[in-house]
């Protein structure tokens, strides 16, 4: 696959909620490394894992691309996205809030997969939008 098409199909799987499809994309030795989330997520196990707790918090999350731009080392993904807090996300309750985020992601694509993922996104701005802090 080109990294256009590893983009859109990781966009396709993401806003489908499809954890295996998704992590089909991955290498199995990905790192992926959302700054502002904590430490670095390595393994395809572990990648899969993150992606199927996610969904069960947010049932209706979405990603929108606002920019995708391809070099000959990354993708990187502008997006705008989403979603309503409904499910227990580590030791988090639900609050039936919404949100909607911008943030950037970076991706290195190598033989068709996913190498590695860097994200950026406004956590404090997230966090307060579906409650957990004030």
């Given at each position: 696959m080109t990294p256009d098409e590893v983009i859109t199909a990781w966009l396709d799987a993401y806003n489908a909620r499809d954890a295996h499809a998704l992590i089909a994309l991955y290498h199995d030795d990905a790192e992926v490394f959302q700054v502002a989330a904590g430490p670095p997520l390595h393994g395809r196990d572990v990648l899969f894992e993150?992606?199927?707790?996610?969904?069960?918090?947010?049932p209706d999350n979405y990603t929108n691309p606002v920019n995708v731009i391809h070099t000959d080392?990354?993708?990187?993904v502008e997006w705008q996205g989403g979603g309503t807090f409904l499910g227990k996300l580590g030791e988090w309750e639900p609050t039936g809030r919404h949100f909607e985020i911008r943030g950037c992601g970076f991706f290195r694509i190598g033989g068709g997969k996913i190498a590695y993922q860097r994200g950026y996104f406004d956590s404090l701005g997230w966090f307060r939008q579906i409650g957990v802090v004030a």
């Open positions: 993150n992606f199927v707790a996610f969904f069960a918090a947010f080392a990354w993708s990187i």
